[in-house]
């Protein structure tokens, strides 16, 4: 489904996306990285992950223009193709590759793909954030890593289809402006561990054949419904919201403001509410707190009490300060 649209249909839409000057700024340095046929940026994979082959020279760069994502998917599939045999430096700019999730395709767009001289292929990441005195922000870097190993992922799915299969490299290339300038750094960053992780991640999904399964007959979630059916729909597939979603789902503030209306401790974070144990509403967590409700011999309604009387003792104490200064 689309669920910026969704979301907007709803009510709740979403305010994903760069701010217009990191967009221009980003581009930019894109397009500096990739002047010349991409000659620095070629340059830059030679010298940082693969410095016993022949330095680039006469380097090709295939059109992967195609109607659709489908059609350049399996444009860029076919320069894959081509370039894994040609024994010489390939850049594929934006290609576009499909990832198997939960059993439907979902379309990538890495910013680079270089074929290798010996036919690997590695990744090629550019972002806008800098490396100030060699060492860049890690959150943004991990980020860049997790980013980074959903497109190795959708390469190896690729290379499986060919034969021989041509080898994904893992240690990709991350490339961002140097210090406070627009010249381009680099640095090889081994991302098998995020591959690991991702992959784990995508084979625990629950198949979408399933999920559609277990809708009532008839849900549809088009965004030109009406707003009380397409809530219905939404509901039917069951979700637990946290803060963390703000940053990952078009539908958070949809789910947000659901999740506060019933009152649920989630809203207040995944730690809150494994800390609060059974305890699913904050209604049941002040009931526990003043000892209306839950069992004593929880670890958790006793943390609640223990910290509900503790308060009391303080606001008595202060009380108390107040009342004597007063006087």
């Known amino acids: 489904m689309d669920k910026t649209s969704l979301a907007s249909a709803l009510g709740a839409p979403s305010v994903f996306g ?30 940082k992950l693969d ?56 379309f990538l767009e890495p910013d680079a793909v270089v074929v290798h001289p010996d036919g690997s292929w590695t990744v090629v990441e550019i972002k806008s954030f800098p490396v100030l005195d060699g ?9 860049a890593a997790r980013q980074a190993a959903v497109y190795v992922l959708a390469l190896e799915e690729l290379a499986a289809r060919l034969r021989p299969a041509p080898r994904v490299r893992h240690r990709v290339l991350l490339v961002c402006p140097k210090d406070f300038s627009n010249l381009p750094t680099a640095a090889a960053v081994d991302v098998r561990k995020q591959r690991a992780v991702t992959g784990r991640q995508l084979a625990r999904l629950t198949r979408i054949e399933e999920i559609a399964d277990a809708l009532p007959e008839g849900t549809c979630f088009a965004p030109d419904r009406p707003a009380e059916e397409l809530t219905a729909a939404v509901e039917a597939v069951p979700a637990a919201y946290a803060p963390e979603c703000l940053s990952a789902c078009e539908l958070a503030f949809h789910c947000r403001a659901r999740s506060r209306a019933a009152g649920a401790v989630t809203t207040l974070g995944r730690q809150a509410r494994a800390e609060l144990g059974g305890l699913a509403t904050v209604d049941d967590v002040l009931a526990a707190a003043d000892g209306a409700a839950g069992d004593p011999d929880d670890p958790a309604v006793a943390a609640l009490r223990r910290a509900a009387e503790l ?8 009380a108390g300060t107040l009342e004597a200064a007063c006087r």
């Open 51 to 106: 410095r016993d082959a022949e330095p680039p020279r006469d380097t090709q760069a295939p059109d992967l223009t195609a109607d659709g994502p489908r059609g350049r998917t399996a444009r860029t599939e076919l320069a894959l193709r081509e370039a894994t045999g040609a024994a010489a430096w390939t850049l594929l700019d934006h290609p576009m590759l499909a990832l198997d999730v939960a059993g439907s395709p979902a």
């Open 18 to 47: 760069q701010s217009q000057f990191a967009f221009v700024r980003g581009n930019a340095f894109e397009a500096r990285v990739k002047a010349d046929g991409g000659a620095e940026l070629l340059r830059l994979v030679h010298e």
């Open 311 to 318: 308060r009391a003792e303080a606001l008595g104490a202060r």
């Open 135 to 143: 060492s860049a922000d890690p959150a943004k870097v991990g980020a």
